[in-house]
C-alpha cells in the first residue's frame, strides 16, 4: 500500500469534505450512542479557529484513496509550548498502521514549532451507560500518551425535565435575582459580563491535570464563537440570571441546537460567578432555559452534556434535571522530548 499524507486548504471544497466524511464514520464508529453530525459540522472544525490559534488539516491517502485526516490546533497567544491534535480514520482502515503515521506527521509538526505539551481526547463507556469500543483510548496508551482527566457524559431527554417542580424547589434562594432567556447572539449590553464568565470556565470548572492557561476575558472571543457556531449551523438557548442590584448577569447557560438532527443539542457552558454561589442559580439557569427551548424549539429533545468526573457538584444538578450516564470523554495528555 502506498500511504501519503498531505496537508490541504481549508478553502478546498473537495478535500475539506473528505476530511469532515472521514470524522463523521470515525466518529459515529466510537460513539455509536450519539448521533451522525452533518459534513458541514464537521468540516467547520477545519475551517473555523478561533482568536488566536492557528489549525492545520491533513488527509491522509491510500493508493490516492482518503481514508484518515488530522487536524492540529496550534495557541499562539497563550499556552503557546502546547497544541491539540484530532485523529481519526476510517472504520474499515483502522490497525494498519494510518493513526500512527498521522500521529507521527503532525508530532512532528508540532516538535518542529518547539511545542512541548500535546492535549487529544477519547471516548470510553461509562457503568449504566452505552457501549463504545474504545480504540482511541486504546491507541493512545499504546502510544504513550497518559491520562489528564476523565469528562462524565450525560444525557437527558427534555420532555422528562421536572421544570415545576424544580423551579419552585430553588424558589427561596434566588431573591434577588432575575432570569433573562434569549437565542443567538449575546446581546451587546450583555457581552462584558458573558465574557467574563466564559473566562472564569477554565479557572473554575475542574480539568484534572490539564496544563491550561485560562482565557483573558474579551467579548471577540464570544463573537468569534457565535460566527462558528453559525457556521456549523447552530441554534443557540441561553439563559442567564442578573442581579436586581447591579443589573448585571451573574450566572450564564448556553445550549446549542444542531442543525442535523435538529432533534439533538450539546449543553455549553454554565457558569456561576464564584461570588453569587449557593443560591440555585445553576440549576435556575438549566431550568429556565429548558424551558425556554421547550416553548421555542419543541422538536430539540435529547441534549448532551459533558463534566470533568470531579466536578461533582455540576453532576448532582444534572442527575436532578433528570440527566443520566451516557459514555465518558478522556482527555489525554503527552509531553514531547
Ligand atoms: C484511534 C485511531 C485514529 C487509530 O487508527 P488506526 O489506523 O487503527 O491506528 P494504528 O493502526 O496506527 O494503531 C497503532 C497501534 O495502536 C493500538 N490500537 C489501535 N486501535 C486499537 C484498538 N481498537 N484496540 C487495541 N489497540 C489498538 C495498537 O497497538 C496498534 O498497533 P497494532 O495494530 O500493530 O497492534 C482510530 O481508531 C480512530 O479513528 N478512532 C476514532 C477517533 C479517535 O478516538 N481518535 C484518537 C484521538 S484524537
Known sequence: MS??????????????????????????????????????????????????????????????????????????????????????????RRRRGIGRALHDHLTGIIRAEHRTTVLANTS???????????????FAAVLGWQRASTAHGQLL??????????????????GGYSPVTWSGAVPEA??????????????????????WEAEKPDPSVIRNYERTYRDKGSTLFHAAMREDATGRLVAWTMIEQLDD?????????????PAHRGHRLGLAVKVHNHLQVRANAPELRHVHTWNAAENHHMIAINEALGFRPS?????????LR
Open 3 to 92: 500511504l501519503s499524507i498531505a496537508a490541504f486548504d481549508p478553502a478546498d471544497d473537495t478535500a475539506c469534505g473528505e476530511a469532515a466524511a472521514i470524522m463523521r464514520l470515525a466518529c459515529l464508529a466510537e460513539t455509536p450512542d450519539l448521533p451522525a453530525l452533518s459534513v458541514r459540522r464537521y468540516a467547520a472544525r477545519f475551517r473555523n479557529p478561533q482568536l488566536g490559534e492557528r489549525r492545520l488539516g491533513v488527509l491522509a491517502r491510500v493508493d490516492g484513496f482518503a481514508v484518515g485526516t488530522g487536524l492540529l490546533i496550534l495557541p499562539d497567544e497563550q499556552n503557546r509550548d502546547a497544541a491539540m491534535i484530532e485523529l481519526h480514520v476510517l472504520p474499515e
Open 124 to 138: 470510553e463507556s461509562l457503568p449504566g451507560g452505552p457501549v463504545r469500543p474504545g480504540a482511541g483510548s486504546a
Open 157 to 174: 431527554d427534555l420532555h422528562d425535565v421536572p421544570a415545576e417542580r424544580l423551579l419552585a424547589r430553588i424558589a427561596p434562594y434566588v
Open 190 to 211: 450583555d457581552v462584558d459580563d458573558v465574557a467574563y464568565l466564559n473566562a472564569r470556565l477554565m479557572q473554575d470548572a475542574p480539568t484534572g491535570d490539564i496544563e
Open 261 to 273: 438532527p435538529a432533534s439533538w443539542g450539546w449543553q455549553q457552558v454554565t457558569l456561576v460567578d
Open 327 to 335: 459514555g465518558a470523554t478522556i482527555d489525554w495528555q503527552i509531553r
